[in-house]
């Protein structure tokens, strides 16, 4: 399996951006797709956005779509959330997770679908 690491997260304002970084090691990470998903306090885990092994397909909640946008290095092993424009409803402890299935071009979107998740990272927006 894949061991992951997420960083990046921090404090911004309303209207202000970060960038995501989950570093992959282990497993064969080029081969499996991988997504972002977060978890706000009192609140189920929920899909971000995902992203195909060859960073050729992408998918997005609703929720984020226009304002986020997922990308992958498969040569350093790395996935990336760029968020830009956050809303306090984007506070939340942010996850990646990698795909249990290689080489598929289903962007799966429930938490079921990956196998291999890191500890998260927290991403709180004031208003």
């Known amino acids: 399996q894949v061991q992951l690491v997420e960083s990046g997260g921090g404090v911004v304002q309303a209207g202000g951006s970060l960038r995501l970084s989950c570093a992959a090691s282990?497993?064969?990470?080029?081969?499996?797709?991988m997504g972002w998903f977060r978890q706000a306090p009192g609140k189920e885990r929920e899909f971000v956005a995902a992203?195909?092994?060859?960073?050729?397909?992408?998918n997005y909640a609703n929720s984020v779509k226009g304002r986020f946008t997922i990308s992958r290095d498969n040569a350093n092993n790395m996935v990336y959330l760029q968020m830009n424009s956050l809303k306090p409803e984007d506070t939340a402890l942010y996850s990646c997770?990698?795909?249990?299935?290689?080489?598929?071009?289903?962007?799966?979107?429930?938490?079921?679908?990956?196998?291999?998740w890191g500890q998260g990272t927290q991403v709180t927006v004031s208003s």
């Open positions: 992203i195909s092994y060859s960073a050729r397909d992408t």
């Open positions: 282990g497993g064969t990470f080029s081969s499996v797709n």
């Open positions: 997770a990698a795909g249990r299935a290689t080489y598929t071009t289903v962007l799966a979107t429930t938490t079921s679908q990956y196998n291999s």
